[in-house]
């Protein structure tokens, strides 16, 4: 299954990708499905998780800056 999604900061220096409901049960995994993600052409396996009420993919800073994520965090790069 492919979707976009905008990466979103989710405070600090913590930033993911929403995932809807709908996403998540069409992968058949639970509530904690495991995935493979590709941004930019990088791919990494992870896990899409619920926090606060919504699910969430999460990308480590690490990762952002690793791979120069494209992406603002309250006007400063990642």
């Known amino acids: 299954m ?3 999604a905008e990466l979103t900061a989710t ?3 913590t930033a993911g990708f ?4 709908e996403v998540v049960a069409a992968l058949d995994g639970g509530g904690r499905p495991k995935v493979v993600v590709t941004v930019n ?3 990494w396996r992870s896990s899409i ?3 606060s009420g919504s699910y ?6 690490a990762r952002r800056v ?3 994520v ?6 400063r790069a990642p």
């Open 2 to 4: 492919r979707f976009r």
């Open 11 to 13: 405070g600090g220096n």
């Open 18 to 21: 929403p995932v809807g409901d």
């Open 41 to 43: 052409g990088f791919e």
């Open 49 to 51: 998780a619920k926090m």
């Open 56 to 61: 969430w993919l999460g990308v480590s800073r």
């Open 66 to 68: 690793a791979r120069s």
């Open 70 to 75: 494209a992406m603002m965090l309250e006007g």
